[in-house]
């Protein structure tokens, strides 16, 4: 079963940046699509963006368009979340996600697969 290493994360000001970096242990199946998704207290687990590491193809949710930015080293196995413009409520324990699903349903992405432990971020006002 693939591993997923995170890293990254923290505390920002709002407008700040952070990058989130997720290193996976093979590209396999079952890591054909990656991505984040965070849950912050109290609130449902969220989508955020998704990469199909075939080919690039990304998908965001529309709360982080034009704000965050998903990518991929496929020589390092490694796919990153560029956070720009943070706003206090991307407050959140974000996760790294892989899945032979797509993100069809981006919101409610992945519905099985692999997840690291998490990272937290958050972002004051």
């Known amino acids: 079963q693939v591993q997923l290493v995170e890293s990254g994360g923290g505390s920002a000001q709002a407008g700040g940046s952070l990058r989130l970096s997720c290193a996976a242990s093979g590209y396999t199946s079952s890591t054909k699509y990656m991505g984040w998704f965070r849950q912050a207290p109290g609130k449902e687990r969220e989508g955020v963006a998704a990469?199909?590491?075939?080919?690039?193809?990304?998908s965001y949710a529309d709360s982080v368009k034009g704000r965050f930015t998903i990518s991929q080293d496929n020589a390092k196995n490694t796919v990153y979340l560029q956070m720009n413009s943070l706003k206090a409520e991307d407050t959140a324990m974000y996760y790294c996600?892989?899945?032979?699903?797509?993100?069809?349903?981006?919101?409610?992405?992945?519905?099985?697969?692999?997840w690291g432990q998490g990272t937290q971020v958050i972002v004051s006002s």
């Open positions: 990469i199909y590491t075939g080919g690039g193809v990304t």
């Open positions: 996600a892989a899945s032979p699903l797509s993100p069809t349903n981006l919101k409610h992405w992945p519905p099985m697969g692999t």
